[in-house]
């Protein structure tokens, strides 16, 4: 069921120009193009987001936050157990066959039919096969000569659920592990299958009808029920458009960064939130959705949410709007504060022009003259007090000279400075008195 929360809606305008900035963003040449995709495939020893299992040519998924499948996670307490060290573990840990839930893979016969058994690579009619055979022959049965004799069926099509984009398991229309999981919330609609439809219908060429209580409830049940989960993907299927552009933008913008590890299946549960609560944006989790966030997926979620938002903030807001409100964010200017935050307040400064005149007159200095870097040097940024909003305040507190008086005495359009203009003036030192 979507769950409708009455959230603050932003401006449709202001929503389309921040889609328009992402689109343009994320179709740069330097944007890693294996996040562009609705469904963000990850491939395995991916250097940040790594997924699969750090024994050597393991194909399974990692066990919680560890960087071992459970498999090979037990193997390795034993071997630590018995003295062992981690280097000699990992060169020598057996492999243990793929593992469930990475990836959906097509019967190895029936290329529109998903496999059930991921060792043959066989559908469930096929596996079936192969165990008679092998019953009936036993030592002489020969599963590549068997496969010779084998031929293809017509699959079930895809998935009925709107964002899942895997293959349908059976005549009712539902993969594996949504036909599972719609068993266990009660069958909504009452979707059923004839007894035994293989026998009477499958192995004949017929197909098998599907009966419904509700099928209209069954339909909104396929509509609203979110995407499975899968440790090698991000599925942003259902997403709105400027959400899903902000996920893609900050998935990739995270592995320009230095920052600790964040799990796909964290950015999964991430989206199906969003998702099912009918969020737009990131900047439209309030307190309400970050503590609904943290209790249905975890803390990491709520640390994400908030992260993404901090570095679309430069991205979403203009030098004008940033003038308007009484501060500077240094990343509209190229430059970036290491260890020291990116925005400069302002606020302080009670009289508008004086405000705006020194905003002016700070922000050329970032852009041309590079002097920002002197203002940083001095320890008024370096040890901040937290009477001191910033050093621009201080630097008006200090003037020994009335302020209205000095300005008055420099020449007219000294100092004028336009965000919008592609030419910018060079900075004129203030008078001293």
Known sequence: MTVTTLLPQQDTRTGRDRLEVLTALISAPLFDQMFRPDIVKVPPNHPVYRWNCLAADCERSTMGHGDLCSTHEMLWRE????????????????????????????????????????????????????????DRHGDNANFDAWLDDQHTLPGFGGCRVGVCPELADSPLGLCFRHERRYGKQGRPGGATLPSQWG????RRGLAAPVSYEDERAFQRWCATAPAVLRPAQVN????HPLLRAEIQW???????????????????????????????????????EERLLQKTVSREAVHIVRA??????????????TRELGYILTEHFGRKLTGRSVDMDLTGVSQRWLRDLIWDHLVAMV??????????????WRHPSPASPSCAIDFVQSMSCDAGDALS??????????????????????PRC
């Open 79 to 134: 071997h630590r157990d018995q003295g062992g060290t981690r280097a000699e573990f990992l060169r020598t840990a057996p492999p243990v066959g793929p593992g469930e839930g990475v990836e959906q893979r097509p019967c190895q016969i029936c290329s529109e039919r998903p496999a059930r058994h991921l060792t043959l690579q066989l559908c469930h009619y096929h596996e079936y096969r192969w165990y008679h055979h092998r």
């Open 250 to 288: 900050g998935m990739f913008a995270y592995t320009q960064k230095a920052q600790g590890r964040w799990e796909l299946v964290t950015w999964q549960g991430l989206t199906n939130f969003a998702r099912e609560h009918g969020l737009r944006s990131l900047t439209d989790a309030g307190p309400e």
């Open 199 to 202: 026998n009477r219908y499958g």
């Open 308 to 321: 993404v938002t901090d570095w679309l903030h430069p991205v979403y807001v203009t030098p004008t709007e």
């Open 236 to 239: 942003l299927r259902g997403l």
């Open 367 to 380: 852009f041309v003259s590079k002097m920002i870097t002197e203002v940083l040097s001095l320890p008024t």
């Open 409 to 430: 005495r420099r020449p007219a359009g000294s100092l004028t400075f336009s965000p919008t203009t592609t030419c910018w003036p060079t900075p004129t030192p203030l």
